[in-house]
C-alpha cells in the first residue's frame, strides 16, 4: 500500500493526527530531500527509513519502489511541504503503482494553492492552478492569457522573480483584483490584496525570501 500524506506548508501544528499515525505505521517514507523530512519526524519522535524520491532520481527508482509494494512494505510518499505530486514529484510512482494494482491511500492536509485560496477574497467556486508559470519561452503568452481568464488563476512564483512578475501584471491588466501570499502559515506570513496596479505600489522595494503564491480573479470578478 502506498499513502500520500500532506505534511505543513509551515506551522509543524498544522500536521493531522492521521498523518502523524500513518508515518508511525509504515516501513518506510519516500521523500524530495531526506534532512527535511529528518527534521519533521524528528520533531514528532518518529524514526523511519528514508528513501530519496525526487525529480531527478524519480523515474529510475519508481520500478524499485513497486518493488518493495509488492513484497508487502507499506510505504509513505511525502513532499518537503504540502501535498505531493502538487508542483512536487510523486505522479509518475503513483501513476505506476496504480498500473500494477497496488492501491494508493491519500492521507489529506495542507496544500499551498488551496491554503491561498481560502484567504484571497477571491471567486473559489472555478479556478485554475498553473504551477510555476513559464520562466521565458511562453510567459507573455501565459500573461496575455489573463486578461480573458474566466476563472480564478492560482500558480507559484519564487522570491527571484517575484517583483518582475508584479510589475508585468501592472502592466498587462493593472485593473484586475489579485492578492500575492508570502510564507504562509510561517511566522512571516504576508498578504497583499488590491489591483495589480495597487500591489505594485504596496510591494516592498527591498528584495523578499519567501515562497509566493499568486492569484488572479477572472475577468468578471469587481
Not at 492501491?103 to 485554475?128: E, N, Q, R, W, Y
Not at 512564483?157 to 498587462?172: F, M, P, T, Y
Not at 491588466?173 to 505600489?201: F, Y
Request: glycine letters at 6%; proline letters at 5%.
Amino acid at each position: 500500500m502506498l499513502y500520500i500524506i500532506s505534511t505543513p506548508i509551515g506551522n509543524l501544528g498544522d500536521i493531522t493526527l492521521r498523518a502523524l499515525e500513518t508515518l508511525k505505521s509504515v516501513d518506510a517514507v519516500l521523500c524530495e530531500d531526506t534532512r527535511v523530512t529528518a527534521g519533521l519526524l524528528d520533531h514528532f519522535n518518529i524514526k523511519k527509513r528514508l528513501i530519496s524520491l525526487n525529480a531527478q532520481n524519480e523515474n529510475n527508482k519508481t520500478a524499485r519502489i513497486i518493488e518493495f509494494l509488492k513484497s508487502g512494505e507499506t510505504i509513505a510518499l511525502v513532499s518537503d511541504a504540502g501535498t505531493p505530486s502538487i508542483s512536487d514529484p510523486g505522479i509518475r510512482l503513483i501513476s505506476e503503482v496504480i498500473k500494477n494494482n497496488i492501491k494508493v491511500v491519500p492521507i489529506p492536509g495542507v496544500s499551498a494553492p488551496i491554503t491561498a485560496l481560502t484567504i484571497a477574497g477571491l471567486p473559489t467556486d472555478t479556478f485554475s492552478f498553473d504551477g510555476f508559470i513559464p520562466q521565458k519561452k511562453g510567459r507573455q503568452k501565459y500573461l496575455s492569457s489573463l486578461l480573458t481568464n474566466e476563472r480564478t488563476a492560482v500558480f507559484f512564483e519564487s522570491s527571484h522573480r517575484i517583483e518582475k512578475l508584479i510589475n508585468e501584471l501592472a502592466v498587462v491588466i493593472p485593473d484586475r483584483k489579485m492578492a500575492v501570499c508570502r510564507e504562509l502559515t510561517k511566522m512571516h506570513e504576508e498578504v497583499w490584496r488590491g489591483t495589480a496596479a495597487q500591489i505594485k505600489e504596496a510591494f516592498p522595494a527591498y528584495i523578499i525570501k519567501g515562497e509566493f503564491v499568486v492569484l488572479i480573479s477572472p475577468v468578471w470578478w469587481k
